[in-house]
Nanobody
């Protein structure tokens, strides 16, 4: 499975971005999906996750209420809509897929990873 993350960029604090993660080599509906992020000099941390059907979602407290994870299995794409962005949201964002098709906030549960897309939020 190949996962390709895109949509990152530079935005001012308070702005919005929508990240996309396109899958190839396997139908997205066979995977539970997640977004993680890694800020400079810090560990990779969980952001959001969605089950294979989209019926279950779960968010990190740091983004809850400001972000929405969704998926379009027909387009083989998962999205992360982020709003009210803060400078502390600056990080490389990675999408990941797990074979058990559920939600998880644990990076070890994910077998597939995209290459990351950089989000920079300026104050």
């Amino acid at each position: 499975v190949q996962l390709q993350a895109s949509g990152g960029g530079m935005v001012q604090a308070g702005g919005s971005l929508r990240l996309s993660c396109a899958a190839s080599g396997r139908t997205l509906s066979s995977l539970g999906m997640g977004w993680f992020r890694q800020a400079p000099g810090k560990d990779r941390v969980f952001v959001a996750t969605i089950s294979y059907s989209g019926g279950s979602t779960y968010y990190a407290d740091s983004v809850k209420g400001r972000s929405t994870i969704s998926r379009d299995n027909a387009k083989n794409t998962v999205y992360l809509q982020m709003s009210s962005l803060k400078p502390e949201d600056t990080a490389v964002y990675y999408c990941a897929g797990n074979l058990y098709r559920g939600t998880s906030n644990n990076a070890r549960d994910y077998e597939y990873w995209g290459q990351g897309t950089l989000v920079t939020v300026s104050s």
